[in-house]
């Protein structure tokens, strides 16, 4: 028979090394580093991925990140060199490379979170003091962000942290300032766009004038060969009427007695105020030569007979 007391001690002594191998093997993932403490001395760290073994009920393992961790900064107001206030909003990316220093340090993620965000807003301030504002916005911004990061890395190095990359985010004036710069920006253009305004219209004025002053020039022109044009036509018909005058002074006559008529008798409204005895004017009516009737001599009254004398008696 078997003895019970054996198997009882066997299966205990099992459990035991079941226990022991359990609390001896721990795992760390591609995304952790670990840190063994021995009766609380750290030991040197464990940065290689896979299976591991510590003393059990001895060493105990602190696991860190491998990670590149971000740190988000709230919103710092800082006075630029030229004493404009401006509202940074920053944040940095960072990764524990001294996981032993990092413990013996901060501790915690959270701690180490803490400690830099003060490293991280001493830095911003002292160099984007020594900037202008036109330079953090515009100008300078990677050269100054450069800068920030090289200075928080010489703080940072002594909590076992590599600071990767340090951003400003954003960077602006304070809410009244930026109402305040707003509305001065705004007066300005408006200014610019009246003096651009204004010197438009004296170049439309100077243009304008100019423009009139040629036409005034070219219509005088116009008028003064006009006029000699219509002088030389008006000679040249003065001319063509003596010849045709000389030529047939009765045709001429009646040729401006039939201007005359279309002129004087039209179809609308006619009236002539003329003379009984302008038998001149409408001499082509009664004669087609135009020459004026005879004059008919008036009647000579006959002379009365002498009244009958009456006999004188003889005495």
């Given at each position: 028979?078997?003895?019970?007391?054996?198997?009882?001690?066997?299966?205990?002594?099992?459990?035991?090394?079941?226990?022991?191998?359990?609390?001896?093997?721990?795992?760390?993932?591609?995304?952790?580093?670990?840190?063994?403490?021995?009766?609380?001395?750290?030991?040197?760290?464990?940065?290689t991925p896979g299976l591991?073994?510590?003393?059990?009920?001895?060493?105990?393992?602190?696991?860190l990140d491998n990670r590149?961790?971000?740190?988000?900064?709230?919103?710092?107001?800082?006075?630029?060199?030229?004493?404009?206030?401006?509202?940074?909003?920053?944040?940095?990316?960072?990764?524990?490379?001294?996981?032993?220093?990092?413990?013996?340090?901060?501790?915690?993620?959270?701690?180490?979170?803490?400690?830099?965000?003060?490293?991280?807003?001493?830095?911003?301030?002292?160099?984007?003091?020594?900037?202008?504002?036109?330079?953090?916005?515009?100008?300078?911004?990677?050269?100054?962000?450069?800068?920030?990061?090289?200075?928080?890395?010489?703080?940072?190095?002594?909590?076992?942290?590599?600071?990767?990359?340090?951003?400003?985010?954003?960077?602006?004036?304070?809410?009244?300032?930026?109402?305040?710069?707003?509305?001065?920006?705004?007066?300005?253009?408006?200014?610019?766009?009246?003096?651009?305004?204004?010197?438009?219209?004296?170049?439309?004025?100077?243009?304008?004038?100019?423009?009139?002053?040629?036409?005034?020039?070219?219509?005088?022109?116009?008028?003064?060969?006009?006029?000699?044009?219509?002088?030389?036509?008006?000679?040249?018909?003065?001319?063509?009427?003596?010849?045709?005058?000389?030529?047939?002074?009765?045709?001429?006559?009646?040729?401006?007695?039939?201007?005359?008529?279309?002129?004087?008798?039209?179809?609308?409204?006619?009236?002539?105020?003329?003379?009984p005895d302008s038998s001149?004017?409408?001499?082509?009516?009664?004669?087609?030569?135009?020459?004026?009737?005879?004059?008919?001599?008036?009647?000579?009254?006959?002379?009365?007979?002498?009244?009958?004398?009456?006999?004188?008696?003889?005495?």
């Amino acid at each position: 028979m078997r003895n019970p007391f054996l198997g009882g001690f066997a299966l205990v002594v099992f459990v035991v090394l079941v226990v022991v191998i359990y609390s001896s093997a721990f795992i760390v993932s591609q995304t952790q580093q670990a840190l063994v403490l021995r009766l609380g001395n750290p030991q040197p760290p464990i940065t290689t991925p896979g299976l591991h073994w510590k003393l059990p009920f001895i060493d105990s393992v602190v696991y860190l990140d491998n990670r590149i961790l971000d740190l988000e900064n709230p919103s710092q107001e800082v006075i630029a060199s030229d004493q404009k206030r401006m509202v940074v909003d920053a944040f940095a990316r960072y990764r524990i490379t001294n996981p032993l220093r990092f413990f013996q340090s901060v501790g915690t993620i959270d701690a180490a979170n803490s400690r830099l965000a003060t490293v991280l807003n001493s830095s911003l301030r002292r160099v984007l003091g020594e900037s202008t504002f036109i330079g953090v916005v515009r100008d300078e911004r990677e050269a100054l962000m450069t800068r920030i990061k090289e200075q928080v890395n010489r703080e940072a190095s002594g909590f076992g942290i590599t600071v990767i990359d340090v951003r400003i985010r954003r960077a602006d004036l304070p809410e009244a300032n930026s109402q305040a710069v707003f509305q001065r920006m705004q007066t300005e253009r408006q200014r610019e766009a009246a003096e651009i305004r204004a010197q438009g219209n004296e170049a439309a004025q100077r243009t304008r004038a100019r423009a009139e002053r040629e036409a005034s020039i070219v219509v005088a022109d116009a008028t003064s060969k006009g006029e000699q044009l219509r002088g030389e036509g008006d000679a040249e018909r003065n001319k063509i009427f003596a010849d045709a005058y000389g030529r047939d002074p009765d045709f001429f006559a009646f040729y401006r007695s039939m201007q005359a008529f279309e002129s004087s008798l039209r179809p609308n409204d006619t009236r002539l105020v003329i003379s009984p005895d302008s038998s001149s004017f409408f001499r082509y009516f009664a004669n087609p030569n135009g020459s004026s009737p005879a004059p008919v001599a008036p009647a000579v009254p006959a002379a009365p007979a002498p009244a009958p004398q009456a006999a004188v008696p003889a005495r």
